[in-house]
């Protein structure tokens, strides 16, 4: 996703403004075994980024407990969507006696 702006930076002792465009693309990336952090060349390209290039960086830490409990929870909304029809028509009031095989009276 790319994002352009304008913005204003101070570049000189006698305050003189300069306009700068900033762009700003957002992507997933992962934490190298080395600690640094991948980049992925569509987006260096798209930026126009060389080596050696200045960039800021804003880390936002991704809860994948978040992304489990929403997946455990639509796991659990698709429970029985593909169930047949048992034909009784009593099982919420005989749910023991279908599940246990037992009488009512045994119960």
């Keep these: 996703m790319l994002h352009e702006f304008a913005s204003s930076i101070i570049l000189s002792r006698e305050y003189e403004k300069v306009e700068t465009i900033m762009k700003t693309i957002e992507y997933i990336g992962k934490v190298l075994p080395d600690g640094h952090l991948s980049l992925p060349d569509q987006v260096q390209k798209e930026l126009g980024l060389g080596p050696h290039s200045s960039v800021k960086v804003t880390i936002t ?36 006696q279908y599940l246990y095989r037992k009488s009512k009276w045994a119960l």
């Design 61 to 96: 830490v991704e809860d994948s407990r978040v992304l489990d409990e929403k997946k455990g929870w639509e796991a659990f909304r698709r429970l029985g969507e593909g169930a047949a029809g048992s034909g009784l028509s009593d099982v919420s009031a005989k749910h023991d």
